[in-house]
């Protein structure tokens, strides 16, 4: 039986941390499609005993990690400016 995408990317997510840009590589995918994916499986595990982990954005120049949204990449730093951000990463543990 063929796994769909999203249960391919929890599988993928039990066994490591990956950004959304790794996830889209790796799965052949756009960014934003990854993202919805991801969401998609935070809401499914909420009611198993695992759950979505999330390593927020963060500013690698003044180390801001208080965005907004935690699962999208931002473009900019609020703070400084800086566009040297490290993405989210997702893990399911």
Same mark, same amino acid.
């Given at each position: 039986?063929?796994?769909?995408?999203? $249960?391919? *990317? +929890?599988?993928? %997510?039990?066994?490591?941390?990956?950004?959304?840009?790794?996830?889209?590589? @790796?799965? !052949?995918?756009?960014?934003?499609?990854?993202?919805?994916?991801? $969401?998609? *499986? +935070?809401?499914? %595990?909420?009611?198993?005993?695992?759950?979505?982990?999330?390593?927020?954005? @963060?500013? !690698?120049?003044?180390?801001?990690?208080?965005?907004?949204?935690?699962?999208?990449?931002?473009?900019?730093?609020?703070?400084?400016?800086?566009?040297?951000?490290?993405?989210?990463?997702?893990?399911?543990?």
């Amino acid at each position: 039986m063929q796994r769909t995408t999203r $249960e391919r *990317i +929890a599988d993928r %997510l039990r066994g490591e941390s990956l950004s959304a840009t790794a996830l889209a590589a @790796a799965f !052949e995918l756009s960014t934003t499609t990854v993202i919805d994916h991801v $969401e998609h *499986i +935070a809401r499914s %595990l909420e009611d198993t005993d695992e759950q979505l982990l999330v390593a927020p954005p @963060a500013c !690698e120049d003044c180390g801001f990690d208080r965005f907004d949204d935690r699962l999208n990449e931002p473009s900019r730093c609020p703070e400084c400016h800086s566009e040297n951000l490290s993405p989210p990463i997702f893990r399911i543990e």
